[in-house]
């Protein structure tokens, strides 16, 4: 049915738009590769240069915290709320996930503003938890959205077989529900590492301390204090971005999926 | 002690428990999330400065953005972007999508990671390379002399009619691969037959497409148009790196001046109206998309 000619038309489109996405990328890592702009370092020093001169070593280690710590609670904590939406029925069930949907739509901006003010008057502003606490209310948003249409999905036999058995609903979550939710747990670790790692507007308000800042941030004042030419910040950016595109090659199934499933966030 | 009754119901009966499973999470997205939506609403009725006292002003920050030019401008901006966030790599997608799924090609798997790359790349290195792509002397010009029309070449970036559409533009780079891989994915899932009944009757490509592939699509197109409309909508860090709103206030967005007006105007309330407003606007493109969705797919 198909002929020839449309079959390698097809090929030659393929090859266009791969390219054209992977151009921009290209970019910035050729560039990261070449001449330095004071000419003392290239190749793989330019990355050691700007890892010195850029201090990327701190923000790298600040994003790791965070990301970590971000994932584990808003994990944990959206297991435990979708267990009780997609298992369990109780007053309000409809209502109050409602209320956590509200949450996958709402934008950081309207937030921000009054949370910066708020934690101010706390003393909290410039602390880990005022970068950290935000992100997991809103990965717990939509964790908890992610977990709830998993159990709903095919966990009522489990459950009941669990119960007859006589184990706890502790038990039944722990040891019989979650091993079998696996690759759910890991899509939604992967997607919210992301997002994590990738944040900018709630570092960026709530952290004015240089050894407080994320890499995404420090990139972006790294950008504005060094005019010296582009080799040592497409160097940084490429640090920047190379931990969740590692990531993705090797899970791009789960981020895949998840980014197309879980279509709500984004 | 708990009644035998209960430690035996099955799921689907009324369990109290489940408050307690839902406390910890609840709790963090009341305090950092509800709480602060909430005060947003407050804040949005009064003028303040971030440190005097606030004067009540009613809903006189939700009038000024209508009334305020800059900000009727960032609401213009912001349905510009959604064109080339939305629109175009809607269009694009499907008609890449369908050339792509009409004949299966080998590679679509390498294909698909490639096209889907940009999205798992954080939004300032790619404001990053775009910023340099567009420079005075970064690779657009460097193609536009090579081709021999030197005279277009210029800071893209600093034009003042041409910042929005290259701003938005990167929208389009970014948004494109994320919405042909997921159509892609609906249109694998169509019946062959309905492909072969349509060729029976005689349908070439254009046709077939019309009659057989969009109305199948139809799901995935809301889903696509809602999160590529919300990206429009929420582009902050990009704009923030590329232009900071520049020229002029050419390349202001609404979540821009949410952060502007906050942070380095101190104005605080006129701040969480427009973030009170956003929110209000992506609620209802979201409604209105998945309605549209809903009542033309019986799934």
């Given at each position: 049915m198909i002929s020839r000619a449309e079959k390698s038309a097809n090929y030659v489109i393929l090859l266009a738009f791969a390219a054209f996405a992977l151009a921009p990328i290209l970019t910035v890592v050729q560039s990261a590769f070449g001449p330095a702009d004071a000419g003392e370092s290239s190749g793989f020093g330019n990355f050691a240069e700007a890892w010195r001169i850029g201090h990327f070593g701190t923000y790298l280690r600040m994003s790791l915290s965070v990301s970590v710590f971000v994932v584990v609670v808003s994990v944990v904590l959206s297991i435990l709320a979708g267990f009780a939406f997609g298992t369990m029925r109780f007053r309000g069930s409809g209502p109050l996930f409602y209320v956590f949907l509200l949450g996958i739509m709402m934008p950081s901006e309207a937030i921000v503003v009054p949370l910066y003010f708020d934690l101010r008057t706390l003393g909290l502003t410039d602390t880990f938890w005022a970068v950290v606490l935000p992100q997991v209310a809103q990965s717990v948003a939509f964790g908890t959205f992610w977990m709830r249409a998993y159990f709903r999905a095919g966990s009522r036999d489990i459950v009941e077989a669990g119960r007859l058995d006589g184990a706890s609903t502790r038990r039944i979550l722990w040891q019989l529900l979650v091993p079998l939710a696996r690759p759910a747990i890991v899509t939604m670790t992967v997607l919210v590492f992301m997002w994590t790692w990738n944040e900018f507007l709630i570092p960026l308000v709530m952290v004015t301390d240089e050894n407080l800042r994320t890499a995404p941030l420090g990139l972006a004042f790294f950008q504005g204090q060094y005019s010296q030419g582009f080799t040592l910040l497409a160097a940084g950016a490429v640090i920047v971005a190379t931990p969740v595109v590692v990531l993705y090659l090797f899970l791009q199934r789960h981020f895949i999926a998840g980014m197309l499933e879980g279509a709500v966030r984004e | 002690?708990?009644?035998?009754?209960?430690?035996?119901?099955?799921?689907?009966?009324?369990?109290?428990?489940?408050?307690?499973?839902?406390?910890?999470?609840?709790?963090?997205?009341?305090?950092?999330?509800?709480?602060?939506?909430?005060?947003?609403?407050?804040?949005?009725?009064?003028?303040?400065?971030?440190?005097?006292?606030?004067?009540?002003?009613?809903?006189?920050?939700?009038?000024?953005?209508?009334?305020?030019?800059?900000?009727?401008?960032?609401?213009?901006?912001?349905?510009?972007?959604?064109?080339?966030?939305?629109?175009?790599?809607?269009?694009?997608?499907?008609?890449?999508?369908?050339?792509?799924?009409?004949?299966?090609?080998?590679?679509?798997?390498?294909?698909?990671?490639?096209?889907?790359?940009?999205?798992?790349?954080?939004?300032?290195?790619?404001?990053?390379?775009?910023?340099?792509?567009?420079?005075?002397?970064?690779?657009?010009?460097?193609?536009?002399?090579?081709?021999?029309?030197?005279?277009?070449?210029?800071?893209?970036?600093?034009?003042?009619?041409?910042?929005?559409?290259?701003?938005?533009?990167?929208?389009?780079?970014?948004?494109?691969?994320?919405?042909?891989?997921?159509?892609?994915?609906?249109?694998?899932?169509?019946?062959?037959s309905l492909y072969e009944a349509a060729r029976l009757d005689g349908a070439g490509p254009v046709r077939e497409f019309l009659a057989v592939t969009l109305p199948s699509v139809r799901g995935e197109i809301a889903v696509a148009s809602t999160l590529t409309v919300i990206a429009a909508l929420r582009t902050f860090d990009l704009v923030y790196v590329t232009t900071s709103g520049g020229p002029g206030n050419s390349t202001s967005v609404p979540s821009y001046e949410v952060y502007h007006r906050a942070f380095e105007l101190g104005r605080v309330g006129s701040a969480a109206a427009i973030g009170v407003t956003l929110t209000l606007v992506i609620l209802a493109i979201s409604l209105v998309i998945n309605r549209i969705g809903d009542r033309e797919t019986t799934r």
């Open positions: - | 002690m708990p009644s035998p009754r209960r430690t035996a119901s099955p799921p689907g009966e009324p369990r109290r428990i489940a408050y307690l499973y839902l406390l910890p999470g609840f709790a963090v997205y009341a305090a950092f999330l509800l709480y602060p939506l909430l005060r947003s609403v407050q804040l949005s009725l009064y003028d303040w400065d971030g440190l005097t006292l606030g004067r009540w002003v009613g809903l006189a920050n939700y009038r000024e953005i209508i009334s305020d030019v800059g900000l009727r401008a960032a609401f213009g901006h912001a349905l510009v972007l959604m064109v080339f966030f939305a629109v175009v790599p809607v269009c694009v997608g499907l008609l890449l999508a369908s050339v792509l799924n009409r004949a299966k090609v080998r590679g679509l798997a390498f294909f698909r990671t490639v096209v889907f790359l940009p999205q798992v790349v954080a939004m300032v290195v790619v404001a990053v390379a775009w910023r340099r792509i567009y420079g005075p002397d970064g690779s657009l010009n460097d193609l536009l002399r090579a081709i021999g029309l030197d005279s277009l070449a210029r800071g893209w970036l600093g034009d003042y009619a041409l910042a929005l559409p290259a701003v938005g533009f990167v929208g389009t780079w970014f948004e494109t691969g994320l919405v042909t891989v997921l159509l892609l994915a609906g249109m694998g899932r169509i019946n062959g």
